[in-house]
């Protein structure tokens, strides 16, 4: 069946360092989602993507849909103490197909 | 404000026990879904419904139950053949998917843990 598959598990980073997480699907996606889910809580939308090639900015966060619309990252520049959480990627139309999240870890 | 309410915040069930976790939004959305999160891990889909009266089991459907008699109401009960019930339950809706369109993000409610004792 259709997969997500989102890389890495983890990323450790020092505050001020970048973050990147990164989607692949085994199939082509009408759209992707983004959805940050911050320790205790609960996922929150982020942003969706539709057209090949897309680029969103939210602030410090840059959202890419491949041109093959297969692919999307997601990438955090100068992570603060406020970025940490596990990112998840989802695409798809009735129901959505999930990845299995990165979390950012902020080093002390 | 609108939103989805999730009850109870902790629930404790005996083995052999069933139990109703309890989703109700109020933002006029078409489509409900259930979600379990396991300890480290991603969203696995439950049940999902995108009209009254009408519901779709998911990936992992099995010893659970849905209903869905009113458009702000999607309760899941576990029962007791769902052996290994303990997780974090994710109640989500969005509005009704229109082919062509794409799609709408999901608003989640603050979810159910439930712990088995």
């Known amino acids: 069946g259709q997969q997500v598959m989102q890389i890495p598990q983890y990323q450790h980073v020092q505050e001020g360092e970048d973050f990147t997480t990164y989607c692949n699907s085994s199939?082509?996606?009408?759209?992707i989602q983004w959805y940050k889910q911050r320790p205790g809580g609960h996922p929150v939308f982020l942003i969706q993507?539709?057209?090949s090639g897309e680029v969103k900015k939210q602030k410090r966060l840059t959202f890419q849909f491949g041109e093959a619309k297969k692919n999307s990252s997601l990438h955090i520049t100068a992570t603060q103490t406020t970025d940490v959480g596990t990112y998840f990627c989802a695409g798809g139309n009735y129901q959505l197909i999930w990845g299995a999240g990165t979390k950012l870890i902020i080093k002390p | 404000d609108g939103g989805i309410t999730q009850s109870p915040k902790y629930l404790f069930r005996k083995e052999g026990q069933n139990v109703t976790l309890s989703c109700e939004q109020n933002l006029n959305h078409d489509a409900m879904y259930w979600y379990r999160q396991d300890p480290g891990q991603g969203l696995r889909l439950i049940y999902y419904s995108q009209i009254v009266n009408d519901f779709q089991k998911g990936d992992i459907a099995e010893g659970y139950s849905v209903s869905r008699e009113k458009k702000e109401s999607f309760p899941l009960t576990v029962t007791s053949a769902q052996k290994n019930p303990t997780a974090f339950y994710l109640c989500?809706?969005?509005?009704?998917?229109?082919?062509?369109?794409?799609?709408?993000?999901?608003?989640f409610g603050s979810g159910t843990r439930l712990t088995v004792v």
């Open positions: 199939t082509t996606l009408s759209n």
């Open positions: 989500a809706s969005t509005k009704q998917i229109i082919p062509g369109q794409g799609g709408y993000g999901y608003t």
């Open positions: 993507l539709v057209k």
